[in-house]
């Protein structure tokens, strides 16, 4: 058994995926062309925002989207300590200062509800995680922007498709899109990702003309669009490759399928797990689509479990067994243990199932009963 069986996927779209490869490679347009333009549309129509700028890994669109924002040495940046490592190395790439927010132990996400607590002069921007598959409450955090005019960028690198209804009149008929809510949404195709490539990739979606703008100079050397050879700013190279862009937009097409499938699959764990020993499984929120980019459950003999299912051959991975605070390559920000309790605590007890969408009904019955026992 594995965590991720990427190989069921692939055999089931090869025909298409094989198709696309050959595509470009008999057009020999690897760096740009149709394949990167149309997949970026697409991506656009799919989160319904009116810009979408492809870039070479999640990692990038994170740092490009603050770079973009003007972001600078000394700066402060609010955003979660229970997160991957890349949500506040790009922050302190930039020589600003990640300030972190503990976590509300229900969904994983920031406590948007102690973010005031920690806003400086030197505050210029939120940027919330909508961990494992599941949005983080945007109305509050839009609201504390705008009255603290900071901006907002959503690591939504979990959560393509994912969706939120908005709890304020004015937008409640109609649920927004992950990455759609913030001034810039972030992507990531890394191969296990829900829409995964065959290597690196990233997005990032915006409705704003401008940053759209700036982010295309940025990721490519700060050439001008018009003219050959001028470069008017300093940029760097961070461009989607076409075989991944041809890749993608196969993939794109079952998106929803898939996410449905996670979903379907967390459900039928939900049903065989809750009320077993003392296991917390993952909880929905109001007016959420969750995708399930994982399936986390919390419990108390997380270590032993993990040990005894790895004995039985089921695999299962900790998301995130250190929280940043306590990592030591952020050290020099002198954190203790103890700052952030909801964080810490969760990292002791969070444990991930297998969860993508093509697990085989036979081997979730079997890592539901082999749990089971383990608690009997
Ligand atoms: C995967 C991930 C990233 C980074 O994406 P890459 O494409 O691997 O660079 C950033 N943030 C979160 C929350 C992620 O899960």
């Not at 603050?66 to 300590?81: N, Q």
């Not at 989607?240 to 890749?247: E, G, I, R, S, Y």
């Not at 399936?295 to 929280?323: N, S, V, W």
């Not at 969070?350 to 019955?365: A, T």
Request: with cysteine.
């Amino acid at each position: 058994m594995k965590f991720f069986d990427l190989q069921r996927q692939d055999k089931l779209i090869k025909k298409e995926i094989d198709e696309a490869i050959r595509r470009v490679l008999n057009s020999s347009v690897f760096i740009g062309g149709q394949e990167v333009e149309k997949f970026e549309k697409e991506i656009a129509k799919f989160c319904r925002v009116k810009y979408a700028v492809s870039v070479n890994s999640g990692t990038d669109a994170l740092f490009l989207s603050l770079k973009a924002l003007g972001v600078e040495p000394g700066d402060e940046i609010v955003t979660t300590p229970f997160t991957f490592i890349a949500t506040a190395e790009v922050i302190t790439n930039l020589g600003a200062k990640p300030v972190f927010v503990d976590i509300n132990p229900n969904t994983f996400n920031i406590n948007s509800s102690k973010i005031r607590e920690v806003i400086t002069e030197k505050t210029k921007g939120v940027m919330p995680v909508h961990l494992f598959g599941q949005m983080v409450d945007m109305d509050e955090i839009m609201k504390i922007a705008k009255k603290y005019k900071l901006f907002v960028i959503e690591d939504a690198a979990q959560v393509i498709g994912a969706k939120i209804k908005s709890k304020v009149k004015s937008q409640k008929s109609k649920a927004a899109m992950a990455g759609s809510v913030g001034d810039l949404g972030c992507f990531s195709f890394f191969p296990t990702k829900n829409l995964g490539a065959y290597g690196d990739g990233g997005m990032i979606v915006t409705n704003n003309k401008k940053l759209a703008d700036k982010i295309r100079l940025l990721k490519n050397h700060g050439s001008s669009p018009k003219e050959k050879y001028l470069n008017l700013i300093l940029g760097m190279n961070s461009r989607l490759d076409a075989l991944q862009a041809a890749v993608l937009r196969k993939k794109l097409k079952y998106l929803e399928e898939w996410n449905k499938k996670r979903a379907k699959n967390a459900l039928y764990y939900n049903k065989f797990l809750k009320g077993v020993g003392d296991i917390i499984v993952p909880e929905t929120g109001l007016g959420l689509t969750h995708i399930f980019h994982q399936y986390t459950i919390r419990t108390k003999y997380r270590d032993q479990l993990k040990k005894y299912l790895e004995k039985e051959g089921i695999p299962a991975m900790i998301y995130y067994l250190i929280p940043l605070h306590l990592q030591p390559c952020f050290k020099y920000l002198n954190f203790k243990k103890g700052n952030f309790p909801e964080a810490e605590k969760a990292a002791k007890e969070v444990l991930s199932l297998p969860i993508y969408p093509e697990l085989p009904r036979k081997d979730q019955n079997h890592i539901v009963q082999k749990i089971r026992n383990f608690y009997a």
